[in-house]
């Protein structure tokens, strides 16, 4: 179990906690939701060791394992049983079916164990780390989005693991009903504190928005009554029969300790910036195949033809693995067909969210930089007029990529998107790493 107190932490003059204090009971499993940016994934990295407060204390007791899902994708062995298998620990080196186990409810089977950890796709890649994770079985796991990339039937192994995990859960993820099921607690980061209740999100966000109401008529109640009182003051200080009752009144304002005006969440606002395209027919896919080693027996998909029109909202299903993205990715540009060809209309303009894209983020620039890239012609202020669309207003505008949590990151990809008038997006998990009410807003966009 670990206990933080009077926790304070700042970037410049951006401060994300401010005496914060958080107890995690014995198996609490905790859901933690929070607006992008309020610093949820800094509380994991603080927890971690891997930043430090400006002030309070972290107690973790001695001996206390704590793990965490690692988005970073570095791989060292040349199959995937080896890699997963480095995570066991000393005495368990031998037990491969351990691994195994958890890599087989991951979604893997057993031709995969000897196949390279690069040939996967980043979902699977990313289901990899989940399984080093797993099979280590700390005391505590810190789980930011697990359910990225995951298939349906993953998704399912997964929330029967944790319901049965033995340690303590904190568990960050844009999926509502996921966390519902497997968490004990909701715990939330608003105005710069952390707010814990024992129930699901609606109860948890039921709560505050009561406790929300109350405070803002007991604020306007005191309002009323303090103007009451100042105009007694003002009519009758000067008068001699009532010059000690003003007084009294006077030293009961001084005294008062005066409910603020709660502060409103930012949300994501924004329209996405549309050139008009004269074609029925946006762009269209002739033939087109695609294997990585240029082999047609290993491609992912062979063959394929069919047409964008004006319009259309084409949702790409099917399992992990397959090649979703790598469509995309071709239908993009960024990746050569081996076969056949894809055409488009001469006045399309597109726009590419990709899986990959968010890591090709320079981590050493910052919001306006990077954003800056996506269209040389935007001026300063044009620059964060777009940064203040997707919530990184006045200084968190010059944050660095490199502190960014995932959903910030998200924003600026949406932010480089929007920086160029668009008629064709083509969009590889774009919520993934959002915070709910960011995909609310995204959602909007998209009719």
């Known amino acids: 179990m670990i206990q933080i107190s009077g926790l304070r932490k700042s970037y410049g003059r951006q401060v994300l906690y401010e005496d914060l ?5 014995p ?28 002030e309070g204390q972290i107690a973790i007791p001695k001996g206390y394992r704590i793990g965490s899902l690692e988005q970073h994708l570095k791989f060292s062995k040349p199959t995937v049983l080896e890699e997963c298998c480095q995570a066991l620990s000393e005495d368990e080196q031998y037990d491969h079916y351990k691994v195994e186990k958890v890599l087989f409810g991951l979604g893997f089977n057993d031709e995969d164990m000897a196949r390279s950890p690069l040939s996967f796709s980043g979902g699977y890649q990313i289901r990899m780390n989940l399984a080093k994770l797993l099979v280590q079985r700390p005391n505590m796991l810190l789980l930011d989005e697990p359910t990225n990339y995951l298939d349906i039937v993953s998704v399912r192994w997964l929330k029967q693991f944790l319901r049965s995990f033995q340690g303590e859960i904190i568990l960050i993820t844009h999926d509502r009903g996921f966390m519902d099921e497997v968490t004990t607690h909701t715990m939330g980061l608003m105005r710069r504190q952390l707010k814990k209740l024992a129930g699901d999100t609606e109860t948890f966000f039921e709560t505050m928005s009561h406790e929300d109401e109350i405070h803002e008529k007991t604020r306007l109640n005191q309002e009323k009554r303090i103007k009451e009182m100042e105009e007694f003051v003002a009519r009758n200080k000067a008068r001699a029969t009532t010059a000690s009752r003003a007084q009294s009144r006077l030293k009961l304002l001084d005294g008062m300790e005066r409910l603020e005006k709660l502060d409103h969440e930012k949300t994501l606002a924004f329209r996405f910036n549309y050139e008009n395209c004269p074609g029925k027919v946006v762009m269209e896919a002739r033939g087109i195949s695609f294997s990585y080693d240029g082999r047609a027996e290993n491609a992912l998909f062979g063959d394929l033809s069919f047409a964008i029109g004006a319009r259309d909202r084409i949702a790409i299903i099917g399992k992990n693995g397959k090649g979703k993205s790598t469509l995309l990715n071709v239908l993009a ?41 996506s269209n040389g012609n935007l001026n300063n202020q044009s620059l964060r007029t777009l940064a203040g669309a997707m919530m990184f207003e006045g200084d968190a505008a010059e944050k660095k990529v490199g502190v960014l949590s995932g959903g910030e990151r998200s924003r600026v990809l949406l932010g480089k998107i929007l920086a160029n008038r668009t008629n064709l997006l083509l969009l590889d998990e774009p919520t993934n790493h959002l915070d709910m009410e960011s995909i609310e807003a995204l959602t909007e966009q998209m009719y």
């Open 21 to 25: 204090s958080l107890t995690v009971g």
């Open 27 to 54: 198996r609490e499993r905790i859901g933690f939701v929070g607006r992008n940016g309020s610093g949820k994934s800094t509380l994991f990295r603080l927890i971690l060791g891997a930043e430090h407060q400006d």
């Open 333 to 373: 540009g960024e990746l050569k067909p081996t076969a056949g060809e894809v055409a488009h209309h001469p006045s399309m303009k597109k726009g590419h969210f990709g899986q990959t894209n968010i890591q090709r983020l320079d981590e050493r620039l910052n919001v306006l930089e990077e954003l800056s890239l």
